[in-house]
């Protein structure tokens, strides 16, 4: 199943370092998000982008810096961040971005050391 | 905004037994009731999900409730088998989902043969 994809599927980084994170979905869907999932805690909506512009910036700190060129693909780029930082970041998509269905990408596993 | 808790946090049942996650939502204009499902290093992927016009909905072994008066709502799987293992998110969401998905912490079931 190639629906959503994600890269890299794991990723190890310094706090000073630079790195992003790519997702893609090939389904049409309008709608892409970011989630950040950390152990025992529920799925935390990071960002939304519906058609390449952004509607959703559920309070996340500027460390993190969403990137949407088109609707078929999404971007996270990381600059300082922080051991507590480190999750698993999930990108998904919606056919539309209040459409019921999320379908997700297999995440990528941020460490931050 | 919506809050989701989820009990239990962990489930543990022996092959062929029922499981009961119960999921209770803050929002009484919260419509939709997702369930998603989590594999182990995998995505989580919708398994089923109700609106709020339905008390019922049944698909296979798996059946989820709703008590919009009470503001909770369990997943049901029946005859347990060990591919049922994995971590179960529900969520709540307003219109129809979409970047309005509120999700619970979720649980852990592990089904033992």
């Known amino acids: 199943e190639t629906g959503v994809t994600q890269t890299p599927r794991h990723l190890v980084m310094g706090m000073t370092n630079k790195k992003s994170l790519k997702c893609e979905q090939h389904?049409?869907?309008?709608?892409m998000y970011w989630y950040k999932q950390s152990a025992k805690k529920p799925l935390e909506l990071m960002f939304v982008?519906?058609?390449?512009?952004?509607?959703e910036n559920n309070s996340v700190p500027s460390r993190f810096s969403p990137e949407c060129p088109n609707s078929s693909h999404l971007f996270l780029h990381l600059h300082t961040l922080q051991p507590e930082d480190s999750a698993l970041y999930l990108c998904?998509?919606?056919?539309?971005?209040?459409?019921?269905?999320?379908?997700f990408g297999e995440g990528s596993r941020l460490t931050v050391l | 905004g919506e809050n989701v808790e989820q009990h239990p946090s962990t489930l543990s049942v022996q092959e062929g037994d029922s499981a009961v996650i119960k999921c209770t939502y803050s929002?009484?204009?919260?419509?939709?009731f997702p369930w998603y499902k989590q594999e182990l290093g995998k995505r989580p992927q919708l398994i089923i999900d109700?609106?709020?016009?339905?008390g019922e909905k049944k698909d296979q072994r798996i059946a989820v409730t709703l008590n919009k008066t009470a503001k909770h709502f369990s997943l049901h799987i029946t005859e347990t088998q060990p591919e049922d293992s994995a971590v179960y998110f529900c969520?709540?969401?307003?219109?129809?989902?979409?970047?309005?998905?509120?999700f619970g912490a979720g649980t852990r079931l592990f089904v033992k043969a």
């Open positions: 982008y519906n058609f390449k512009e952004q509607t």
């Open positions: 998904a998509s919606s056919q539309e971005v209040n459409t019921g269905e999320l379908f």
């Open positions: 929002d009484s204009a919260s419509n939709y």
């Open positions: 389904l049409g869907h309008n709608a």
């Open positions: 969520a709540a969401s307003m219109n129809t989902g979409g970047f309005k998905t509120i």
């Open positions: 109700i609106r709020s016009n339905v």
